[in-house]
């Protein structure tokens, strides 16, 4: 690594916007990681590089770099699991393909959903289309906002809990790849795939190890550790498979505006580790202030 590094910490690589389930403009999000003292970002809504021109305009003009990124929804083991990607290509086909039939499934998806709530509850799917932004990526936390809005339930983090939970009958997921294809899809695009918050259920429900290595040998290159809904027991596991293989870890907040009690830079990820995701990134460019 050279020594003229050309960003400054702290770095916060995982924050969203209106562009999928944030609830704030990407030009808001950047502000908002500004006033809490970040240098360097990266927008990371689900599914998407909608908001990545936005992004670099505000982040540049209040002095910050941007690292391009997306938070890419996959599935291992029957599991839902996210998949960070920086300075992938994002006109790759590959990798655009598997987007956008992502996001074309998640609004069938979400509408089945409100009709099965609209049985029991008053809400109907222009509720949701009315909180949802414009070609954002829809999920259920628009639903959340929608029931907030008509006044069944108070928060985001209560419709999640009782509507929203896969228990109340009403959920179903959405077509998303299996995790060893989001990998070389993200790798062959120039990206850097790190799977994001990889052990909020604790070691039991966390990827198996030998998965891990597989996806690891397929260009997985790090895991977001230092996040707040990882379990203590499953970061013990992946520090020490991170240190065997030489990968990269990072922290960050997951921001969602007003939709989550999350706060920019509340973890944060090293200077070196920035400089190693910028250095394996060839899809696309930091963009430096
Ligand atoms: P979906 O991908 O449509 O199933 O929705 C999952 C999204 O909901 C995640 O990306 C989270 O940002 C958000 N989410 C999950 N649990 C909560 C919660 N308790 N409060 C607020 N947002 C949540
Ligand atoms: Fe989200
Ligand atoms: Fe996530
Ligand atoms: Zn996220």
């Known amino acids: 690594m050279s020594g003229d590094r050309r960003f400054e910490g702290p770095s916060d690589l995982h924050l969203h916007s209106v562009h999928s389930d944030g609830t704030e403009s990407a030009a808001d999000v950047m502000a908002a990681a500004h006033v809490r ?12 590089t909608s908001g990545w021109t936005e992004a670099a305009e505000a982040a540049t ?18 599991r839902s699991v996210h998949l960070l990607a920086y300075l992938f290509d994002p006109d790759d086909r590959g990798l655009r393909t598997e987007m956008e039939r992502i996001r074309e499934d998640r609004v069938g998806r979400a509408e089945r959903i409100v009709r099965r ?11 949701v289309v009315e909180q949802t932004g414009d070609g954002a990526t829809v999920g259920r936390p628009h639903i959340a906002d929608a029931l907030v809005a008509r006044g069944i339930v108070a928060t985001r983090g209560a419709a999640f809990d009782t509507i929203l939970h896969p228990r109340a009958g009403y959920y179903e ?10 990998v070389s899809l993200v790798a062959a695009a120039g990206g850097v795939p790190i799977v994001a918050h990889p052990t909020t259920a604790g070691r039991a429900r966390m990827m198996p190890v030998p998965l891990l290595e597989r996806l ?14 990882n379990t203590a027991e499953g970061k013990r596991v992946l520090y020490r498979l991170a240190e065997r293989h030489d990968l990269i870890v990072t922290g960050s907040s997951d921001y969602h505006g ?3 009690p999350n706060i920019p830079g509340e973890n944060t990820t090293s200077d070196d580790m920035v400089a190693r995701i910028i250095a394996l990134g060839t899809g696309s460019s930091p963009v430096y202030a």
């Open 117 to 127: 709530i609209g049985r029991d509850y008053a809400l109907e799917w222009e509720d």
């Open 258 to 260: 007003l939709g989550k």
């Open 37 to 48: 003292g970040l240098r360097t970002v990266a927008l990371t809504d689900h599914d998407t």
């Open 173 to 182: 997921g959405h077509y998303a790849p299996d995790i060893a294809k989001a």
């Open 61 to 78: 003009s209040l002095g910050m770099t941007l690292l391009p990124g997306m938070e890419f929804s996959a599935h291992g083991e029957g």
């Open 216 to 229: 690891i040998s397929l260009g997985l290159a790090g895991f977001e550790l230092e996040h707040r809904e």
